[in-house]
């Protein structure tokens, strides 16, 4: 079993890689963190859970999901995390979360993919992501006969500078950097409601046609990414950088 979650697309393609090469079924995490409910699945297959980087760790909402999860069968867990750069230590606390919920793990495959964190960071243009997302393909293909035999996948070390940032710096970005307060949008909105269905939190609602942010943002950016009419902008961060989506999802009618 494939477990994903995902803001704008990039670990959803990783993990239909994974589904289409391995011949797992999927799970999309989006409906549980919404809605609160507990993930209740069973999988005689190693599970795998795909997910961004947030902060060099797994997104804390989908940590918690696995956390709480109820996960009948194999005890197996590999993951896979999509980054713009580098997933720090965030392998020691996968094992940390291993140990809670009673599986072993199994290995971290990193994979760089186009950044998305438009509040903080510039995003690739359509081209270069188009050759980050076939880089990162390449290197997902040569886990999949690992993943396919149960076997482990190779160490993710890190230094002292990822264990800080995995460490100390999730800590204050977590607490200190995510916050909703800067998203605004522009006279562009057109009141579609598409930035309230894609939130992953139930974070937006209209007001009058305009969407209002509450309390409960995890910057995951499906909102500022999705929007069709590039009305949403993040303080000043996001103004004039182009806006990112993994191109099927781009493509895809399924969230519209
Ligand atoms: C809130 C947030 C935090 C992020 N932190 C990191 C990070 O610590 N390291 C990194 O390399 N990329 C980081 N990124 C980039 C994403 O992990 C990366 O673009 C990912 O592939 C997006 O996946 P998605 O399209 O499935 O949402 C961050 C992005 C966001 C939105």
Redesign the pocket.
């Known amino acids: 079993m494939i477990v994903y979650f995902?803001?704008?697309?990039?670990?959803?393609r990783a993990a239909q890689l994974l589904a289409s090469r391995l011949g797992r079924p999927l799970t999309d995490a989006f409906s549980y963190i919404r809605e609160g409910k507990q993930l209740s699945l069973t999988s005689e297959q190693p599970w795998i859970f795909v997910s961004?980087?947030?902060?060099?760790q797994l997104p804390h909402v989908f940590r918690d999901l696995i956390l709480n999860a109820d996960l009948q069968g194999s005890r197996d867990a590999y993951f896979v995390m999509?980054?713009?750069?580098?997933?720090g230590n965030a392998e020691q606390y996968l094992r940390q979360l291993c140990d809670k919920k009673g599986l072993s793990f199994k290995g971290l495959q990193p994979l760089v993919?186009?950044?998305?964190?438009i509040a903080m960071f510039p995003v690739p243009d359509e081209r270069a992501a188009g050759v980050l997302i076939k880089k990162a393909d390449k290197q997902l293909e040569r886990a999949v006969p690992l993943m396919a035999q149960g076997l482990a996948l190779p160490a993710v070390k890190a230094g002292l500078a990822g264990k800080a940032m995995s460490g100390v710096v999730n800590t204050v970005f977590t607490r200190g950097v995510v916050t909703a307060k800067p998203f605004r949008v522009t006279a562009d909105c057109t009141g579609c409601g598409k930035c309230t269905r894609v939130c992953p939190q139930n974070n937006i609602s209209l007001a009058t046609g305009r969407p209002v942010w509450s309390a409960e943002c995890i910057?995951?950016?499906a909102c500022i990414n999705h929007c069709p009419a590039k009305a949403i902008e993040y303080g000043k961060k996001s103004v004039g950088k182009p806006r990112y989506l993994?191109p099927e999802w781009k493509e895809t009618k399924e969230n519209d």
């Open positions: 995902t803001g704008t697309g990039n670990s959803r961004p980087t947030y902060g060099w999509t980054c713009g750069a580098g997933v993919m186009p950044e998305n964190y910057h995951c950016m993994c």
